[in-house]
């Protein structure tokens, strides 16, 4: 039996990560494509339909699983529709631009009794699953400063929605969900937020640098994304460093999927999601030793949400994580904007 899959949006998003990734799931058939750039879609595959307006996927029975793929301010509106519709659905990062948007999603696909999940990919990321592994095998005892970097070196403003000041654009809309969910896949839900948010590049009109923290009762978790900065590839900061009671881990450089997809790779084709750039740990005594990172693996996502879809059985991201991620993404936006730190759960 196949999903029957329609995609709204055909910019990066949907060129780079979502078509390839549904396209190499065995269940899943991609079989229409909102969007006016049908020449692409043809290119692709011409068996694809290239189709002008939502509603008309909307109202396809043929179409099982809509997956939203467009700029961030239309996420929960679309998502509403298509749940509205019968449809499952899968919405790209950030789930929505409110806590509260993303609660009726939830509340919605709940009482339509339709699966939606959010496209959170970097939990299959091979920097992510190596110091995830590292810590759940107790490489460095207890966790007690976990820093996670997600910066590129765009120095110049670019024209377009995510760098324009509209609503859902900047990188903490951007970035900022891949890097909070990977931090509450690993230790939960904080006890508070602090974050610093701005934009600090000329003529930039949305957020270009924020450095959030974590607060937890035993740790702090310190998440930072610039479009200022060379990544850990380039000599800057490492992409993930541990400090435990028992030692530390450094992931210098980022996971290599992104990369991979847009210059062509697809999974299963060799070298696929192999990262050459090993973990380093340092124990209590100094000494350091390397070890192999994991191999990414995005394309387990698409598969867990078919799975879930023809079995019953659990989302790769459950909605409530989702949410989760949410609150914090509005807790950091609060706390920066008054300068003080946010208690957690929000009203």
């Known amino acids: 039996m196949s999903i029957g899959v329609g995609l709204i949006g055909y910019g990066m998003a949907g060129q780079v990560f979502h078509a390839p990734l549904i396209r190499a799931t065995a269940a899943l058939d991609l079989k229409a494509i909102v969007t006016s750039r049908s020449a692409e879609v043809a290119a692709l595959d011409p068996a694809i339909a290239c189709v002008e307006q939502v509603e008309d996927l909307l109202a396809d029975p043929a179409?099982?699983?809509?997956?939203?793929?467009?700029?961030?301010?239309?996420?929960?509106?679309?998502?509403?529709?298509?749940?509205?519709?019968?449809?499952?659905?899968?919405?790209?990062?950030?789930?929505?631009?409110?806590?509260?948007?993303?609660?009726?999603?939830?509340?919605?696909?709940?009482?339509?009794?339709?699966?939606?999940?959010?496209?959170?990919?970097?939990?299959?990321?091979?920097?992510?699953?190596?110091?995830?592994?590292?810590?759940?095998?107790?490489?460095?005892?207890?966790?007690?400063?976990?820093?996670?970097?997600?910066?590129?070196?765009?120095?110049?403003?670019?024209?377009?929605?995510?760098?324009?000041?509209?609503?859902?654009?900047?990188?903490?809309?951007?970035?900022?969900?891949?890097?909070?969910?990977?931090?509450?896949?690993?230790?939960?839900?904080p006890d508070a937020v602090s974050a610093d948010i701005t934009a600090l590049r000329a003529g930039s009109g949305a957020d270009d640098w924020a450095h959030v923290i974590l607060r937890y009762a035993d740790k702090r978790i310190v998440l930072h994304a610039s479009l200022n900065a060379p990544g850990g590839e380039q000599g800057g900061a490492p992409r993930f460093t541990v400090h435990g009671t028992e030692g530390t881990l450094i992931k210098r450089q980022l996971d290599p999927q992104e990369a991979q997809l847009i210059a062509g790779l697809r999974p299963g084709d060799m070298g696929w999601g192999v990262d050459d750039d090993p973990i380093e740990h340092r124990d209590g005594d100094g000494r350091m030793t390397r070890h192999p990172a994991e191999t990414g693996c995005q394309e387990r996502f698409y598969a867990g949400v078919a799975e879930a879809l023809l079995t019953g059985g659990p989302q790769p991201v459950p909605t409530q994580d989702a949410v989760a991620v949410q609150q914090v993404i509005e807790a950091a936006w609060l706390s920066a904007r008054e300068a003080r730190v946010v208690t957690l759960p929000l009203d």
């Open 63 to 189: 179409i099982d699983l809509i997956v939203i793929a467009t700029p961030s301010a239309t996420h929960a509106a679309l998502a509403a529709d298509a749940l509205r519709s019968g449809k499952h659905v899968v919405v790209d990062k950030p789930f929505a631009l409110s806590l509260a948007e993303a609660r009726d999603l939830a509340a919605l696909a709940q009482s339509v009794d339709r699966r939606l999940a959010v496209f959170h990919n970097r939990r299959f990321d091979s920097d992510f699953l190596s110091i995830k592994t590292a810590i759940e095998t107790g490489a460095v005892g207890r966790v007690t400063h976990f820093e996670s970097h997600f910066d590129r070196f765009r120095p110049e403003v670019r024209d377009r929605w995510r760098e324009d000041g509209s609503a859902g654009s900047g990188v903490w809309f951007d970035l900022g969900p891949h890097l909070v969910d990977q931090a509450l896949a690993l230790f939960g839900s």
